[in-house]
């Protein structure tokens, strides 16, 4: 299973530093299987020197470097040995305009240069109500490379994220057939996951793992979903 906690815009660089030593200590202490992720804000990235989960950026622009205020490039990445990237997070593509384009751009240029990628896709409550959902998926995903080894994709729901309503289990499991379908090869669910929701839904066909948001931000929480997806 594959596990990854979004702390978006919270936690600071001093309580990021030492959930990510709790963490660190959980996972040895348990050996747990779990690939694990954790993607703190970007003032509190650390070296990934993290024996037991790796640290992820939630965005970065695609060039080594250069002038792009506000940014952050490869190569600052780099010198924090990060290896992992967050791509096309629905808060990204909503609040702050990222298009599908810039989106694959990063894409190419991260893969390029080996990372891990997470690429966020999930359509909005009228396009499930319409029943858009394949082609809206289907355009996401169109100039990715399917086929690079390195891909995750977190299928996040836009209506399901930071509502405390995750989709339903019927819903993920059609949903990551149809993302398996069109050829993607590692496929986790984001959306309102919690301890009490994450046994259920890492248990589903298709279903290669979670991207947890609000129920990452305290460690224990975190903790009992990694638990819950060994049990599954
Ligand atoms: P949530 O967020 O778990 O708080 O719904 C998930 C995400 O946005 O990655």
């Known amino acids: 299973m ?22 660190n200590q959980f996972l040895r202490d348990r050996q747990f299987g779990a690939e694990v992720y954790l993607f703190p804000p970007m003032s509190a990235l650390a070296y990934d020197d993290f024996s037991h989960f790796s640290i992820g950026a939630q965005n970065a622009y695609p060039v080594c470097g250069g002038a792009y ?44 240069h080996g990372m891990n990628i997470f690429l966020c896709v999930g359509e909005s409550l009228e ?20 086929s690079y080894a390195r891909l995750i994709v977190a299928y996040e729901p836009i209506w ?23 050829g993607c090869s590692r496929v986790v669910y ?25 129920a990452s931000l305290r460690l224990e929480s975190f903790c009992e979903i990694i638990e819950n997806g060994e049990m599954k």
């Open 2 to 23: 594959i596990i990854a906690g979004n702390f978006k815009t919270n936690h600071t660089r001093s309580s990021t530093l030492s959930y990510a030593k709790g963490l």
């Open 69 to 112: 205020t506000g940014e952050i490039g490869l190569d600052q990445l780099n010198e924090l040995q990060i290896k992992t990237l967050m791509i096309g997070h629905s808060e990204r593509r909503v609040l702050l305009g990222e298009s599908d384009q810039i989106c694959q751009r990063k894409f190419e240029f991260f893969a390029h």
């Open 127 to 146: 396009v499930r109500q319409a029943q858009k959902v394949r082609e809206f998926l289907a355009l996401q995903l169109s100039g990715i490379d399917l």
């Open 160 to 182: 399901a994220i930071g509502t405390g309503v995750s989709a339903s289990l019927i819903e993920i499991q059609e949903t990551h057939a149809i993302l398996k379908d069109l």
């Open 190 to 214: 984001g959306g309102s996951v919690n301890p009490q929701n994450a046994r259920e839904i890492m248990s589903l066909d298709g279903v290669d793992g979670v991207l947890v948001g609000g």
